[in-house]
């Protein structure tokens, strides 16, 4: 399997930018995506930026799932320094 050189700086970056895109905020889904990493290390990720206070759960935010259905899950924002 391939790795990525992804830096913390990098996600921090791309987090920023998502965050500029969704005012409520965005999910792990969303950063997985755009960081090219799967769920569970962006999970990591953010845990981390949540406990060292750089990051907040923003709620819980409509998305749709696969088969169409709504349904409600947690979304993230970065703080604004």
Avoid: H
């Amino acid at each position: 399997m391939a790795t990525l050189d992804i830096t913390f700086d990098d996600v921090l970056r791309e987090i920023d930018r998502l965050s500029a895109l969704n005012t409520e905020g965005f999910t792990v889904q969303e950063m997985s995506i755009a960081v090219g990493r799967g769920p569970e290390w962006c999970r990591i990720k953010m845990a981390k930026l949540i406990q060292s206070g750089k990051a907040f759960c923003n709620g819980r935010a409509k998305r749709y799932r696969i088969d169409g259905l709504p349904t409600y899950v947690p979304v993230y924002l970065i703080k604004k320094e």
